[in-house]
């Protein structure tokens, strides 16, 4: 009797362990200044961040891990631990590496399952946040995926089902310069009409 009342609770320690185990899973969505939203499968944990949603945290930082000069990055606050590393973000047609995601800790940390932050570093020369150049550690990375024609990207380190990081590498316009935008077209569309009539 007693040996079957341990392997009954020896069962149900083993049911509640494994359903408890639930993998995280997160999506982030970003720009070159850091804005964007983030999701998680299980209620968030680190940085501050709270619940399965929200607004990303970004600030500029330095670049503790010295391979991109130790200078100023666009560091990103995720939600969850992930593993360390750097990404290769090519142009469309992939001459070159455009973008560089690195994966570390506050400390810099370039091994291991502890990354919290990521910073998203540019060649661009758009005077973004992340614009702060790649030097030959950058453009030596491998090309890990390209960007769309649009400036969009997208990088699922485990495939389908885990982490989605979406980034955007290009200049987004401000509400003020489409409303300029849209002012002038509406004029111009004015003009016409009445040169029509």
């Known amino acids: 009797m007693r040996q079957f009342l341990n392997i009954g609770f020896l069962a149900l320690a083993l049911a509640v362990a494994t359903t408890s185990a639930v993998a995280d899973t997160i999506s982030l969505t970003f720009d070159e200044n850091g804005n964007g939203t983030w999701t998680d ?13 929200g607004s ?15 200078g100023p990055v666009l560091t990103i606050e995720l939600p969850a631990i992930v593993n360390t590393g750097a990404v290769g973000v090519g142009e469309p047609d992939a001459s070159a590496v455009s973008d560089a995601l690195m994966f570390t800790d506050a400390h810099g940390d370039t091994t291991g399952f502890v990354a919290n932050e990521m910073y998203f570093i540019s060649g661009d020369t758009d005077g973004l946040a992340a614009d702060t150049g790649l030097n030959a550690y950058g453009q030596g990375l491998t090309l890990n995926l390209l960007e769309n024609p649009d400036g969009t990207f997208s990088w699922q380190p485990d495939g389908e089902g885990g982490n989605t990081y979406n980034g955007l590498s290009t200049a987004t316009p401000e509400p003020g310069t489409l409303l300029l935008l849209g002012g002038g077209l509406l004029g111009l569309a004015r003009k016409f009409r009445r040169t029509v009539q």
Do not use: C, K, M, R
């Open 56 to 70: 990303l945290q970004s600030f500029i930082g330095t670049d503790n891990t010295g391979l991109f000069g130790g």
């Open 41 to 53: 499968s299980v209620a968030a944990t680190q940085n501050g961040y709270s619940g399965t949603s």
